[in-house]
């Protein structure tokens, strides 16, 4: 999907592109944005993949090591997109 980007609103902004996220009953639209990123994080992204015929998800979240992963890293098994 094709987002116009606004113009940046603080030197430190980082731009989130809009993604599909799963919230346990259907898929909803997360438009693109700007945040102001927590000190020292990193965005990740929201990943999707099969494993062994499921589909995974895994949202995207903001990091700043191995201590801010949620338990079981925040995958869920969620339907396919249509």
Known sequence: MNENRPPTPAPQATWLPGYWHWNGVEYSWI???WEQPPAGATWSAPRYWTLQGNYMYEPGRWLRGPAALPPNNGVVTA???R
């Open 79 to 81: 339907p396919r997109p």
């Open 31 to 33: 438009p693109g944005h």
